[in-house]
């Protein structure tokens, strides 16, 4: 069986729409690190039977088998904030047990309990148990670069959020 995918203009109720889906799930696996630069890769929700297993040793047996019901990809600039602190960004050192991969590892086993948009660029704060925000900030400004900000995912809808608010829905088919 192949796979083909769809794409067309969005909006932000796709953004929203996508956004309220993962709203009370729980973010249980980070995909960051040496190579990805300062992309990060989160899996939310029901974990997923992948059709076929990532060979990938980098990744966890369970990375490699599952993926997230649901998640975001973040490209461009993020922070992760506390109650009364900075925990830690992306321009810190991503090699392993660096300090990014020790702030992104705070994210695992909590749960999402919302979100805020901020426009016009439609920044994302995902607000996770126990006081933390994870802070998304839409730096890509480069129509013909057209580098996406961020990504994310339900099911077989993932909306991705590129420069100056421009957004792109895709339905992809199995």
Same mark, same amino acid.
């Given at each position: 069986m192949?796979?083909s995918?769809?794409?067309?203009?969005?909006?932000?109720?796709?953004?929203?729409?996508?956004?309220?889906?993962?709203?009370?799930?729980?973010c249980?696996?980070?995909?960051?690190?040496k190579?990805?630069?300062?992309?990060?890769?989160?899996?939310?929700?029901?974990?997923v039977?992948?059709?076929?297993r990532?060979?990938?040793?980098?990744l966890?047996?369970e990375?490699r088998?599952?993926?997230? /019901?649901?998640g975001f990809?973040? &490209? %461009?600039a #993020?922070?992760?904030?506390? @109650?009364?602190? *900075?925990?830690g960004?992306c321009?810190?050192s991503?090699e392993k047990d660096?300090?990014?991969?020790?702030t992104?590892?705070q994210l695992?086993g909590?749960?999402?309990?919302?979100?805020?948009?901020?426009?016009?660029?439609?920044d994302?704060?995902?607000?996770l148990?126990g006081?933390l925000?994870?802070?998304?900030?839409?730096?890509?400004?480069?129509? /013909?670069e057209d580098q996406?900000s &961020? %990504?994310? #995912?339900k099911?077989?809808? @993932?909306?991705? *959020?590129?420069?100056?608010?421009?957004?792109?829905?895709?339905l992809r088919?199995?």
């Amino acid at each position: 069986m192949s796979s083909s995918n769809t794409s067309q203009p969005g909006s932000i109720l796709d953004v929203r729409e996508v956004l309220d889906g993962m709203t009370g799930e729980i973010c249980w696996s980070i995909k960051a690190g040496k190579g990805t630069g300062t992309h990060v890769s989160v899996d939310v929700g029901a974990k997923v039977r992948r059709r076929m297993r990532i060979p990938n040793p980098s990744l966890t047996a369970e990375q490699r088998e599952f993926k997230g /019901e649901c998640g975001f990809i973040v &490209y %461009s600039a #993020w922070r992760l904030d506390g @109650l009364e602190e *900075v925990v830690g960004g992306c321009w810190e050192s991503n090699e392993k047990d660096g300090p990014m991969l020790t702030t992104l590892a705070q994210l695992v086993g909590r749960r999402i309990e919302g979100y805020e948009l901020r426009g016009p660029a439609l920044d994302l704060d995902l607000h996770l148990e126990g006081g933390l925000i994870f802070r998304i900030f839409c730096d890509q400004t480069d129509l /013909e670069e057209d580098q996406n900000s &961020y %990504s994310v #995912w339900k099911q077989l809808k @993932l909306v991705s *959020v590129g420069p100056r608010t421009k957004i792109e829905t895709m339905l992809r088919r199995s």
